[in-house]
């Protein structure tokens, strides 16, 4: 495990280095983009209409941050639970996307689609919302504004911290880890990963 | 008979929700300590400092601790001699959620409907819960519940013949299964007993008692604590990144039950679990 520093937009080279379970520090502009979002922008692919932005090297982060107080430039903004997110993934990845950040275990498609396409899963710790938005040093709003929360920014961040969960090897961090601290006597035990090279 | 207009009502409600987004409950805070003290996992450790850092940072700067400020739901134990004047109630505990969500700059998640899906961008409506209780007070309680931690709840109606060992099986298969996506270490409100709806509000009751206090029944206290020790042998860890706290507390309610069934409910809620309380 290491700890990797990455600027975006991330090349596919980058992308192949990170492995599952390393400390990845981003730095640059990414994309917001939850549920609705994700939805709309696979609608407008399929209507021949490009992505609101250049998906080439792009990080999506699933984040419905709250509203800016006055001076502020984001609430707080944490990320949501990924596998809502997993039936628009794979076809995200194929368009250039290089790495998604959200929490929460993905289906073994979007793995596969990892794999295959050469991507990184990353997750930020869950419910620290206001600790993130520190790293948010910028944000506006590019698309979608009528979602409101769940419109797509882009954000400005600085040294915004996450962990490689599934990599482009197959490997699955979430497996790793919690087969290292399961019990012989478990009721239930760790899901192996089914994605590898 | 005690008179209390319906406006303090929405006043109480709106303070609780930004109360509750802003500062963690001193049970709350206490349960990652002690949480912090048991974690084996140095990736455990270090989510549990990134967390208190998190509280910590929000309540001095009035942020919400996380993004998702939640459905509000609003428990009422109104009192059989009190007289609520000036309006309708349930107006009055919407009025109070829209304002508390605007005025405290709290994320709208509410939408009008669950296909339609157009937000309706007041976060109403509330989920509203009354109890008629004796006496002329009348008690909210707060819970602003985010739906990661909602989304990997479950209800199961087991046959009789499953008794606790079935019970326990399910519940602990849905912790496992909701492992990370439901942000541990994790609160377990548990539920068993009454029927399909009332075991699932029981479920929900379960996480307004304080964290860790055990229920008054020492059998069912005994039960909740076996219950914490099988989930935190699972291994998920704060994050679900592998460690030995998975789990705060459970809490588990009963009510008696027909003599077909044996229901139980799992609702889950995240670490940030934002309640608070008033009464008027």
Known sequence: MARIHVTTPITPEQARQIRAGDEVIITGEIYTARDAAHKRMVEDLAAGRPLPFNPEGAVIYYVGPTPPKPGQVIGSAGPTTSYRMDKYTPEMLRQGVKLVIGKGYRSDEVKAALVQYGGAYLVATGGAGALLARTIEAAEVVAYEDLGAEAIRRLRVKDFP?????????GDQYFAGQSQWVKPDAMVKPKPPVASE | MRELHVDQVADAVARLVQEANFKLSDDVVRALSQAKSLEEAPVGQTVLMQLVDNYTIAESERVPMCQDTGVALVFLEIGQDLHLVGGDLTEAVNRGVAKGYTEGYLRKSMLNDPIERINTRDNTPAMIYIDIVPGDKLKIKVDTKGGGSENMSQLKMLPPSAGWEGAKQFIVETVAAAGPNACPPMIVGVGIGGNFDKCALLAKKALLRDVGT???????????????????KLGVGPMGLGGTVTALAVHIEVMGCHITALPVAVNIECHSHRHKEVTL
């Open chain 1, 162 to 170: 996450a962990i490689c969960i599934n990599d482009a090897h197959g």
């Open chain 2, 214 to 232: 055990p229920n008054p029944n020492p059998a069912w206290a005994a039960r909740e604590q076996e219950l914490l020790e099988e989930i935190n």
